[in-house]
């Protein structure tokens, strides 16, 4: 009946990944080939806005990668793939403001963002104790050392709930200050707050997912300590 389940979850968890990746992949897509009336792209968006907000001294940069834009905190850049950097679309300049988003929570020191960068060498050391925990664990007959690889997964779960608002409260910004600054028309910023909303969802996946391998684990490992 566990194993039965146990598939029955990771079916689940592949729907809902699936479905967050379309969504956003379809929303970026169709915003991507929508040109803004003023014609800038998402690099100028960017430096609009960092300006105007007292951040000079953050660098925009291009990179490359699809879908690979970031706000760097600790290099103070934002980093915008090829497309996103020099296209002038809807969908280029929202992406850039989000990044933006991250640049001023950055220096108002936003509370969640904070606790996020805390996080990171953790969740980095426990993305790869953790599956090596349970591998050994199964190897070895060792539930123990199981225990301490779903602690490990507990502790991304952590970290991914931490990001949920520090991404939805980037979007929030970016849509504050195109409104602002009149970078886009209503039109254009509805356009921008679905492909954004779209973007949030994958986190809301991502979250789902890891409940789901905890629960699968959990069912999977926890009837032998019975």
């Known amino acids: 009946m566990e194993i039965t389940i146990s598939y029955l979850l990771i079916i689940i968890s592949l729907v809902i990944t699936l479905a967050a990746q379309l969504f956003v992949s379809s929303s970026y897509s169709k915003y991507t080939k929508v ?13 609009i806005i960092l300006d105007r907000n007292g951040l ?9 990668g699809y879908l690979s834009d970031h706000y760097n905190p600790s290099t103070k850049t934002i980093n915008l793939s090829y ?7 809807v969908g280029a300049v929202a992406v850039a403001c989000h990044e933006c988003g991250h640049a001023i929570q950055d220096k108002v020191g ?21 599956y090596f925990a349970i591998l050994l664990g199964c190897i070895f007959n060792s539930l123990n050392l ?3 690889g779903i602690f490990a997964e507990i502790i991304i779960l952590l970290f991914q709930i931490i990001t949920l608002p520090v991404e939805i409260d ?20 509805s356009g921008g707050k679905t492909m954004l909303t779209a973007a949030a969802l994958t986190y809301v ?7 789901i391998q905890i629960l699968r684990l959990i069912l999977l490992f926890g009837r032998d300590e019975r």
Do not use: C, Q
């Open 205 to 211: 996946a991502s979250v789902a997912t890891t409940i």
């Open 83 to 89: 497309v996103n950097y020099e296209n002038d679309s």
């Open 170 to 189: 980037a979007s929030k910004r970016a849509i504050k200050e195109l409104e602002k600054y009149d970078l886009l028309d209503n039109n254009e910023i």
């Open 110 to 130: 936003y509370t969640f963002m904070r606790i996020r960068a805390a996080l990171v060498p953790l969740v980095n050391f426990s993305s790869y104790a953790g």
């Open 146 to 148: 199981i225990w301490i």
């Open 35 to 47: 040109v803004n009336r003023k014609r800038i792209s998402g690099a100028e968006a960017a430096r």
């Open 56 to 64: 000079k001294d953050v660098k925009v940069r291009r990179i490359n």
